[in-house]
């Protein structure tokens, strides 16, 4: 019987080549190496779960007890902690991607065990059986792709661009999938044929600092610049004029759910996705791309993008941001001196300060915690949250009927 529900909680970081060099080191107080630090992991994910208090795993802790930690609702409904939160920089562009749903989640990983392929192979698509719906809160100005233009848009795109004047009357005839398909099939030579006099008329501008970051000649150019001497050019090219180019300002939001084709491009964000390391890809990247299983779960529509400020509590210091997902629930909660939050966890809540310092007080158990550091509480915990001068910290749970 577990005689606390609050304790100090140590991520996992994930060292990915898009990721930046400063950013996390500095917000959770480590010292840096000369790698990227791409992602901070916040949860229990068997590949890399957090440690809770001195010498126990966040994962085990819940398998061991999952009424007490999670509570019976959530285990009898999802059998683990339905979410994963993490911190992101992302420093380059990463792959174009598309998450499955849970039911085709389920179905790819079922075949691809029976077809006896390693779930660590590089070929493999699917790592788990779940769904993966994403939500986002900037904490600088971020930059993402974000679904398919609206049809009007896209065309004045294919009409503009002289090197996709030819896919017009691909687009008027066979739509969103018709254009994409045809792209994604192209081969490696076809696209360097195709997109070298695009490339060529990009990078002077890009180099020469001419470019913004609202154009796709932008991104075009700064994932190009990534790219070794001699690779060829990549087909993820064509995603960067056929989908919407977002900004979110710090504290915007939005929402990513299964078959919505997008892709991060550059900033820090706090990130809350349902459990699952499923990821079919697009393009931008050197990782393995199955366009056939990738064009099974596109969702070939137009995509207006909904940039969310969340609802704002009755308290005033709490900011929900909803979204369809039942998996998890994010929030960010700002207070002053003087300001007294106070919530009891329906499930288990993942909490981290980012910026400021913070008390949290759950029964007999107080813990402070500063910018980057982090705290579990467990179903049932009934605390308050209060700041000698002031913080905002960011919450990940799940929605409790």
Not at 341 to 354: D, E, F, L
Not at 380 to 392: G, W
Request: glycine share 6%.
């Amino acid at each position: 019987m577990l005689t606390t529900k609050l304790f100090p909680l140590k991520g996992k970081v994930q060292n990915y080549a898009w990721g930046g060099d400063s950013f996390i080191p500095q917000m959770i107080g480590i010292e840096k190496e000369e790698k990227p630090y791409a992602e901070y992991w916040m949860g229990a994910h068997d590949n890399a779960p957090a440690q809770v208090g001195e010498n126990q795993q966040l994962n085990t802790m819940i398998k061991n007890d999952p009424s007490g930690t999670i509570g019976n609702f959530i285990n009898d409904k999802f059998g683990r902690l339905p979410f994963l939160f993490k911190v992101l920089d992302v420093k380059d562009v990463l792959s174009i991607q598309v998450h499955p749903t849970k039911i085709e989640a389920e179905k790819g990983f079922a075949r691809e065990n029976a077809e006896g392929i390693p779930v660590i192979a590089s070929h493999r698509n699917y790592k788990d059986d779940n769904h993966k719906p994403e939500i986002m809160v900037a904490l600088s100005e971020f930059w993402l792709l974000h679904g398919f233009l609206p049809k009007a848009k896209l065309e004045e795109v294919l009409k503009s661009v002289p090197e996709f004047n030819y896919l017009l009357p691909v687009f008027q005839e066979e739509g969103f999938f018709g254009l994409y398909k045809t792209v994604m099939e192209y081969s490696a030579e076809e696209v360097n044929t195709k997109l070298q006099s695009l490339v060529d008329r990009v990078m002077p501008l890009y180099n020469a600092g001419k470019l913004d970051k609202a154009s796709p000649d932008y991104w075009t150019a700064k994932s190009v610049a990534l790219q070794e001497d001699g690779a060829d050019l990549d087909k993820g090219i064509y995603s960067i004029y056929f989908f919407n180019i977002v900004r979110a300002d710090i504290g915007d939001a939005i929402f990513q759910d299964a078959g919505l084709p997008h892709a991060y491009m550059e900033g820090q964000n706090m990130e809350l996705m349902a459990n699952s390391d499923n990821v079919l890809r697009g393009g931008l990247t050197p990782k393995h791309i199955d366009v056939p299983e990738l064009l099974k779960h596109v969702t070939f529509e137009e995509t207006h993008p909904n940039i969310m400020k969340g609802e704002l509590q009755e308290d005033g210091l709490e900011r929900i941001y909803k979204s369809p997902a039942p998996d998890f629930e994010l929030s960010r909660i700002a207070v002053s001196k003087g300001d007294v939050y106070t919530s009891v966890a329906k499930t288990a809540q993942v909490i981290i300060v980012s910026e400021g310092e913070a008390t949290v007080e759950e029964g007999a158990t107080t813990v402070s915690i500063k910018r980057g550091e982090v705290v579990v509480l467990l179903v049932d915990a009934n605390y308050k949250i209060t700041s000698t001068t002031s913080a905002v910290l960011f919450k990940a749970t799940a929605p409790v009927e």
